[in-house]
Structure formats: C-alpha cells, structure tokens
C-alpha cells in the first residue's frame, strides 16, 4: 500500500494504471475509519483493479459553529486498516495541498440542499460536492463508493455526476449497523454510555414508520409525528429534523400530502445526543399497485 500526500505524489501513483486502462474504484472518507467505510472499501476491492483511498477532513463543508476542530482523526489506526483491507494507494493531503488558496470558485448543489440537513448545515454540500469534484478530477476513478446513510450527498453526488458528465460510476453501499440498530458513524464516538444506550432510537423511530407504511399508512404528518414523538420520549435526544421527500429528487412533501402508488421517498432525521449530531435514513416505496414494498 502507497501513502501519497501531494497531488503530484497521487499523480505519480496512478499513472500507469491509467495509461494501461486498469479499473480505479474510489472511496473518499475523512478517515476514523469504521466497519461502514471498510464496507465501501471492499466492495471496491472486489469489483476493481487498484483502490484509492482517500482521508481528508474537508473544512470546506464545516460551518463555523461546527466540529471540524475536533472531528475524530486516528490516521495510523487508519492506514492499519486499510492495509488490511488490501487498499492499493491512500491519498492523505493537506489542506494546503487540497486548497492552495481559498477557492473562489466552488460548486453550488442548489433546490436539493434546501432540505435536511443542508437546510441545518448551510454551505455544507457546496463544500462536499466541491471537494469531491476535485478528488474525482484527481483520481479519475472508474468507480465511486458512497454510503447511503448520507443520503442527501449520494443523491447530490448522483445528481452532480449527471449534470457536469463526470465519467465516473457511483456505487451506492447499504448502511451498516450495530447489532441495536445504530448506523456507524465516526461521530459515534462523542456519545456519553447514556447517549449511547438511547442513540438506537433514532432507526427504531424510522423502521416504527417502515412498518407503518408496510401496512397501509400513507399520510405523511402522521409518519413524522409518529417518528418525532418516539424519538422525542428519549431524554438525551434533541431532534434537528424528521423530514420525508421524494427520492431522488429530495422534493418535499407537504405535510397534509399522502404517499402515492409508484412513489418513492426517503425518511431521514437528524437527532443531537449530547454534542453528537447523528443521521440515519430509510427509503419508503410504495408500488405502483399501491402496496409498500419497504
Ligand atoms: O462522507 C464523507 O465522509 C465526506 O462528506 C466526503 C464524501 C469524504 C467528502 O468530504
């Protein structure tokens, strides 16, 4: 495994693959590698030639009241990992190396960062979609792997890809789970065993509302209601948002709106416990003979 800190460095590492056409799957993180990012890692492994990965804690898509201080980062752990996992180059730059200058030109992810949380983290997928677009300029990945607990950044990742004609295919990956239920996450590790014991609620609430539809509900306000009061009971919970909206576009749904045959729409929150602010998702559809198929 390479360790490469400089674009020239990655530049050097990836030449010959990309003149003998070998296949590059991609997995950018910002490390505090868990068993979710290792997920990405393998299923790019197993459907590529070379896995590049890349560490990078963007401030670009940090708000200034935000963690980007303290975010979580081990690189050593992290290389051990990736070592393990048989990854073929690790990308690791600096911010100087990444923004040599503040740049003054950045990407704009528009009517789909009006919602969930690019309605609470302003400019927050502005930063991700441009840092991703330079990773992707960077490693010219034939393959890139994302993770569908963020859900509103693979739908915008999608979205970006189609619109500016990058050559490149995204590969959605299930999120992965504790044995509770918890979605991992590097914030995971900001929670008290108190905040921790009641952080399952957040999927419970989703999946409460999974099964709602599974068996016939299809008014929207009662299925947030019913997520938000459930995840409400618990003490160490602050709710940011339970929003449903149309999936993939991320259009919302008005409130007094009922789900229709043929949709499909994701149900996302977003609940602080304690200082950690953790997301989860799941996707509701409804066949279009009416019956929800989860
Ligand atoms: O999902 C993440 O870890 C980040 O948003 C990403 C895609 C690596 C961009 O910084």
């Known amino acids: 495994m390479r360790l490469v800190e400089t674009k020239e460095a990655l ?28 997920t990405l890692v393998d299923a790019a492994r197993r459907e590529n030639d070379l896995v590049v990965v890349s560490i990078f804690v963007n401030p670009l898509q940090f708000g200034p009241k935000e963690d980007f201080e303290r975010y979580p980062r081990d690189v050593d752990r992290d290389l051990r990992l990736l070592a393990d996992h048989h990854v073929d180059v690790v990308y690791h ?23 969930l949380c690019g309605r609470s983290r302003p400019g927050h997928f502005d930063g991700v979609l441009t840092v991703v677009a330079k990773l992707f300029h960077r490693v010219r990945p034939t393959r890139a792997y994302f993770g569908q607990k963020d859900a509103q950044q693979l739908a ?21 789970r ?22 399952p609620v957040l999927f419970a609430a ?3 509302a999974e099964a709602e539809v599974a068996a016939g509900e299809r008014r929207v306000g009662a299925l947030v209601d019913g997520v938000r009061s459930r995840i409400a009971a618990k003490p160490s919970a602050r709710i940011d948002y339970v929003e449903l909206v149309r ?48």
């Open 247 to 294: 999936y993939p576009s991320l259009e919302p749904y008005a409130r007094e709106a009922m789900l229709q045959p043929g949709d499909t729409a994701l149900l996302a929150a977003a609940v602080y416990f304690g200082r950690a602010r953790l997301i989860d998702n799941v996707l509701l559809t409804v066949e279009a003979s009416g019956r929800a198929v989860g």
């Open 178 to 199: 504790e044995a509770d239920g918890l979605a991992m996450s590097s914030r995971n590790v900001y929670l008290s065993p108190e905040e921790r014991a009641e952080a």
């Open 206 to 208: 989703l999946s409460w």
């Open 93 to 115: 730059p600096s911010v100087a190396d990444m923004y040599p200058s503040a740049p003054r030109v950045m990407l704009r992810s528009g009517a789909m960062a009006e919602v």
């Open 11 to 38: 530049r050097a590492a990836l030449r010959e693959a990309w003149r003998d056409g070998r296949t590059i799957g991609f997995v950018p993180t910002m490390g505090y590698l868990h068993d979710g990012h290792l």
């Open 156 to 176: 915008l990742i999608q979205q970006m890809v189609r619109d500016l004609d990058f050559a490149v295919e995204i590969v959605p990956v299930p999120t992965v």
